[in-house]
């Protein structure tokens, strides 16, 4: 019933910057959130970013706090991550996911819909 699409991964150095979109598409009038989480290599997937299609609350984990911006266009359905100041450490595959309705939390568990993933690969 959704389809979830990331796009925008690639290779930058340490310190770069980098822009993820991630577009839904079919039903979406039935979400209510959109998170970004991310898979690094023998590393369980994490939560990175969190956001609400309504009032457009946003969360984001620790690591990412002052680096990363999430961001919405409820019109084109479609979400954002900009990360800043890049780290090696933030290597990995990030997933877009979107889940039907917030009930607290951001746990992969709670998310629908899944993207295929985009790789990001932050050099030193």
């Known amino acids: 019933q959704v389809q979830v699409v990331e796009s925008g991964g690639g290779l930058v150095q340490a310190g770069g910057s980098l822009r993820l979109s991630c577009a839904a598409s079919g039903r979406t009038f039935s979400l209510s959130a959109m998170a970004w989480f991310r898979q690094a290599p023998g590393k369980e997937r994490e939560f990175v970013s969190g956001?609400?299609?309504?009032?457009?609350?946003?969360n984001y984990a620790d690591s990412v706090k002052g680096r990363f911006t999430i961001s919405r266009d409820n019109a084109k359905n479609t979400v954002y991550l900009q990360m800043n100041s890049l780290k090696p450490e933030d290597t990995a595959v990030y997933y877009c996911a979107a889940q039907t309705y917030y009930s607290g939390g951001w746990s992969p568990a709670r998310m629908n819909y899944w993207g295929k993933g985009t790789l990001v690969t932050v050099s030193s």
């Open positions: 956001i609400k299609w309504s009032g457009g609350d946003t």
